[in-house]
C-alpha cells in the first residue's frame, strides 16, 4: 500500500527527504539478487520456448533458415553451444554478486520529496512565454486573467503565474498523485510537470543514457575484433561458428568476449546512467530478450520491435553470413551502422547470396564435422567489393 503523504508542498514547508531501505519487490530475494538473476531466468525460458519450436518445426514458414541448415553448416553441436551459455551466465552472476557484495538495500526518499525538489528547481526557471507576449505586445498578464476561467493550467503557463489556482487545501493519496496544496504551495501546473520529470522523464533519460553507452560499447568493440584479425581469430570467430542462429546460442562466445564486450558494457552502463536495481532489473531483462530475438531465427510479422526499430532477426543474421562479417554490428539499435556505413543496404543482393548459399548446402550436405558450408566465392567478392549478378 501506498505511503500516505502528508507534508505541504510550500517552498519553506518541504516534505521529509530522509532516507530508508526499500522493500524488495519479492520478499525472499533481495532486489539486488533479483536484478543479477532475473536476466538468466528470461534467457533460460525464452531460449527454451524457441529451441521447442525447432524441436517440433513450429512457425516453419517465419523461419530465415531451412530448420535442416542447422546441421549442415554450424561448426558447433547445440549441446556444445549450451554448456558455453551455461559457463556465460554462471560467470555473469559470479560477477554481478562479486560486484554487490556488501550493498544493503537500495536506499530511497518519499516520493514527496523528489516531487518537492523537482517542483522548487521548475520554479526556478524563468517562465519566458509572458516576455515573449509582451515583446509582441499582448498584455500576457490580462491575457492570463481572462484565460483563467476556462483554463486555470493555460493561465498559470500564459501568466507565469506561480500562485496556486485557488486557496482551498486539496488533500489527495499519493497512490494517485495526491499531495497537500495550501495556498502557499505550488500550482497545478508546476505539480503536474514535477511528477511528469520524476515518474517518467528521469527514468526515461536513465534508460537512454543506458542505451547509449551499451550500443555504442558493443557496436566499436564489436567491429574491433572484425577489423583486428588476431582478436578475430583467437576470440570473435567462436561466435561465428555458428551460420544459422538460434535463439540460446545469442551468448555462445569466448570468455574473454563475453567479459568485455557484453558484461562489462552493462556494468558501465549501470554505473553512467546510475540505474537503480530495480531499473537494472528492467534494462537487463530487455536486453536479454532483444539478443534471444535477434538470434532465435524467426522473423514474426507480428512483431513490435521490429515496427520502429530496424536491428532485428534478420539484420543481426545477415552479419552471421560468412559475406556479412563486416556489416551489421549494432546489437540493439542501427545508429552506429548507418552513422559509418556498414549497414548492409543491398536486400536484393542479400537475397541472392542466402539463395546461393541454401542451393550450395543442398549440394554439398556437408555435416558439423566437415566445417559449416560457406561460399567462398562470395566472400571474396564481399571483400573486394563487388555485386553478384
Same mark, same amino acid.
Given at each position: 500500500m501506498a505511503t500516505k503523504i502528508t507534508a505541504s508542498f510550500s517552498p519553506s514547508s518541504s516534505p521529509s527527504c530522509v532516507l530508508v531501505p526499500q522493500e524488495p519487490l519479492l520478499p525472499w530475494i533481495s532486489d539486488n539478487v533479483l536484478a543479477i538473476v532475473l536476466p538468466t531466468v528470461?534467457?533460460?525460458?525464452? +531460449?527454451?520456448?524457441?529451441?521447442?519450436?525447432?524441436?517440433?518445426?513450429?512457425?516453419?514458414?517465419?523461419?530465415?533458415?531451412?530448420?535442416?541448415?542447422?546441421?549442415?553448416? !554450424?561448426?558447433v553441436t547445440r549441446w556444445q553451444c549450451l554448456q558455453t551459455v551455461v559457463?556465460?551466465?554462471?560467470?555473469?552472476?559470479?560477477?554481478?554478486?562479486?560486484?554487490?557484495?556488501?550493498?544493503?538495500?537500495?536506499?530511497?526518499?518519499?516520493?514527496?520529496?523528489?516531487i518537492h525538489q523537482a517542483a522548487t528547481v521548475l520554479r526556478s526557471i524563468p517562465n519566458p512565454i509572458p516576455l515573449l507576449l509582451n515583446t509582441i505586445g499582448i498584455d500576457a498578464r490580462q491575457l492570463s486573467q481572462s484565460t483563467r476561467a476556462s483554463s486555470a493550467t493555460l493561465a498559470q503557463i500564459?501568466? +507565469?503565474?506561480?500562485?496556486?489556482? !485557488? !486557496?482551498?487545501?486539496?488533500?489527495?493519496?499519493? #497512490?494517485?498523485?495526491d499531495f497537500v496544496n495550501s495556498s502557499n504551495d505550488f500550482t497545478d501546473l508546476e505539480l503536474t510537470l514535477a511528477k511528469f #520529470?520524476?515518474?517518467?522523464?528521469?527514468?526515461?533519460?536513465?534508460?537512454?543514457?543506458?542505451l547509449i553507452v551499451v550500443d555504442t560499447w558493443i557496436y566499436f568493440t564489436h567491429r574491433l575484433c572484425h577489423v583486428n584479425r588476431t582478436l578475430y581469430r583467437l576470440?570473435?570467430?567462436?561466435?561465428?561458428?555458428?551460420?544459422?542462429?538460434?535463439?540460446?546460442?545469442?551468448?555462445?562466445?569466448?570468455?574473454?568476449?563475453?567479459?568485455?564486450?557484453?558484461?562489462?558494457?552493462?556494468?558501465?552502463? +549501470?554505473?553512467?546512467?546510475?540505474?537503480?536495481?530495480?531499473? #537494472?532489473?528492467?534494462?537487463g531483462t530487455a536486453a536479454t530478450i532483444k539478443t534471444?530475438?535477434?538470434?532465435?531465427?524467426?522473423?514474426?510479422?507480428?512483431?513490435?520491435?521490429?515496427w520502429f526499430n530496424k536491428n532485428g532477426p534478420e539484420f543481426h543474421d545477415l552479419h552471421h553470413q560468412s559475406?556479412?562479417?563486416?556489416?551489421?554490428?549494432?546489437?540493439?539499435?542501427?545508429?552506429?551502422?548507418?552513422?559509418?556505413?556498414?549497414?548492409?543496404?543491398?536486400?536484393?543482393?542479400?537475397?541472392?547470396?542466402?539463395?546461393?548459399?541454401?542451393?550450395?548446402?543442398?549440394?554439398? +550436405?556437408?555435416?558439423? #564435422?566437415?566445417?559449416?558450408?560457406v561460399d567462398r566465392e562470395l566472400e571474396k567478392e564481399v571483400a573486394g567489393g563487388k555485386k553478384v549478378d
Open positions: 528470461v534467457y533460460a525460458v525464452a +531460449g527454451a520456448f524457441f529451441h521447442l519450436l525447432d524441436v517440433y518445426e513450429l512457425f516453419d514458414n517465419y523461419r530465415i533458415h531451412p530448420s535442416q541448415d542447422e546441421l549442415k553448416r !554450424n561448426h559457463r556465460y551466465h554462471a560467470m555473469q552472476i559470479v560477477i554481478g554478486l562479486l560486484l554487490s557484495y556488501g550493498n544493503g538495500p537500495p536506499m530511497v526518499r518519499d516520493e514527496a520529496c523528489n500564459i501568466g +507565469g503565474n506561480y500562485q496556486p489556482v !485557488n !486557496n482551498t487545501i486539496r488533500a489527495l493519496n499519493s #497512490s494517485s498523485s #520529470s520524476v515518474n517518467v522523464l528521469t527514468p526515461a533519460l536513465q534508460y537512454l543514457i543506458a576470440v570473435h570467430a567462436q561466435h561465428h561458428r555458428i551460420y544459422v542462429p538460434y535463439a540460446y546460442g545469442a551468448v555462445y562466445a569466448h570468455w574473454l568476449e563475453s567479459l568485455f564486450l557484453d558484461i562489462l558494457s552493462f556494468v558501465l552502463a +549501470g554505473e553512467l546512467a546510475q540505474l537503480s536495481p530495480r531499473q #537494472s532489473m528492467l534494462f534471444i530475438g535477434d538470434h532465435c531465427g524467426y522473423v514474426f510479422p507480428w512483431d513490435p520491435l521490429g559475406w556479412g562479417l563486416k556489416y551489421n554490428f549494432s546489437t540493439y539499435t542501427v545508429f552506429w551502422d548507418n552513422l559509418l556505413g556498414t549497414t548492409w543496404a543491398d536486400k536484393e543482393g542479400a537475397e541472392k547470396r542466402y539463395r546461393r548459399v541454401r542451393d550450395l548446402t543442398r549440394q554439398k +550436405g556437408a555435416s558439423t #564435422s566437415e566445417g559449416p558450408v
